[in-house]
């Protein structure tokens, strides 16, 4: 039998990762922020996003995966 009375295991999981992303890096300290968990939620949500869908991401939201820097779109 499944006990179903507490978060589900991926709940759990993402809930570590919002905590542990939380802390703020350096640069983000400088910068500040108003609210780490939320600020957290949405960088892993985005990280998410373009390992899921690398190629579809890719098009909504362009960045320089080319190894050559000096190559402008």
Not at 58 to 69: F, G, H, N, R, T
Request: proline content about 7%; cysteine-free.
């Amino acid at each position: 039998m499944t006990d179903t009375s507490g978060p589900a295991r991926d709940d759990v999981q993402d809930d570590e990762r919002v905590a542990e992303r939380a802390h703020l890096l350096p640069e983000e300290i400088a910068a500040g922020s108003d609210d780490p968990t939320a600020q957290a939620q949405q960088i892993l949500s985005e990280s998410d996003e373009r390992t899921d869908d690398p190629e579809g991401t890719q098009q909504v939201l362009p960045q320089a995966y080319e190894s050559d820097a000096g190559n402008s779109r």
